[in-house]
T-cell receptor, first 116, second 119 residues
Framework: DARVTQTPRDKVTEMGQEVTMRCQPI?????VFWYRQTMMQGLELLAY????????DSGMPKDRFSAEMPDATLATLKIQPSEPRDSAVYFC??????????????FGSGTRLTVV | AQTVTQSQPEMSVQEAETVTLSCTYD???????LFWYKQPPSRQMILVIR??????QNATENRFSVNFQKAAKSFSLKISDSQLGDAAMYFC????????????????FGQGTILTVHP
């Protein structure tokens, strides 16, 4: 089965450090999402791209977060500087968004970020 | 903005029994999709079942079925013959299909329901 690959699986970092999370979407998928999961807020959409163009990043703190798709096989989410409140599981998901598609999105296994 | 509400933070069921998880949503759109995702302790998000809003027939996937009530904006998940492997967090999700809207393709999740299966 095709998979969305996220790296690293777990990351522990010190407050103030830069963190980069990577995602390899499924080949042929034209839409990529970044979600953050916490106990308090549940699953929040941070940003998403269609055909590598950002569609919506209103859920992302712009002062410290940035999301990019340098090419169709790589999406990145960066936090600089990181803060303890950024501790969460970050999911990448990809899918096909075109007309009346019947497909759900495929999620990666997430990156668990701990900022100490 | 669309919202998804799961009113049951936790549910439990005996193995081999049937359980229903509730979900309601709020939208002014006519074209959308609804999903149920399962998240076991491994944290992987797994698609369980999907429903197109323009279809009246309820979706079914093996032991999983939904009761889609469009007018009531309700989308419940029924798990029949529950198995120990069904124990997980279940998320209901809404996806806009309004190509001209700012939320096109965006997946909005409910808060989740933790399902425990007792042997």
């Amino acid at each position: 089965d095709a998979r969305v690959t996220q790296t690293p699986r777990d990351k522990v970092t010190e407050m103030g450090q830069e963190v980069t999370m990577r995602c390899q979407p499924i080949l042929g998928h034209n839409t990529v999402f970044w979600y953050r999961q916490t106990m308090m807020q549940g699953l929040e959409l941070l940003a998403y791209f269609r055909n590598r163009a950002p569609l919506d990043d209103s859920g992302m703190p712009k002062d410290r977060f940035s999301a990019e798709m340098p090419d169709a096989t790589l999406a990145t989410l960066k936090i600089q500087p990181s803060e303890p409140r950024d501790s969460a599981v970050y999911f990448c998901a990809s899918g096909i968004l075109s007309g009346r598609t019947i497909y759900g999105y495929t999620f990666g296994s997430g990156t668990r970020l701990t900022v100490v | 903005a669309q919202t998804v509400t799961q009113s049951q933070p936790e549910m439990s069921v005996q193995e081999a029994e049937t359980v229903t998880l509730s979900c309601t949503y709020d939208t002014s759109e006519s074209d959308y999709y609804l999903f149920w995702y399962k998240q076991p302790p491994s944290r992987q998000m797994i698609l369980v079942i999907r429903q197109e809003a323009y279809k009246q027939q309820n979706a079914t996937e093996n032991r999983f079925s939904v009761n889609f009530q469009k007018a009531a904006k309700s989308f419940s998940l029924k798990i029949s013959d529950s198995q120990l492997g069904d124990a997980a967090m279940y998320f209901c999700a809404y996806r806009s299909d309004n190509a001209g809207g700012t939320s096109y393709g965006k997946l909005t999740f409910g808060q989740g329901t933790i399902l425990t299966v007792h042997p």
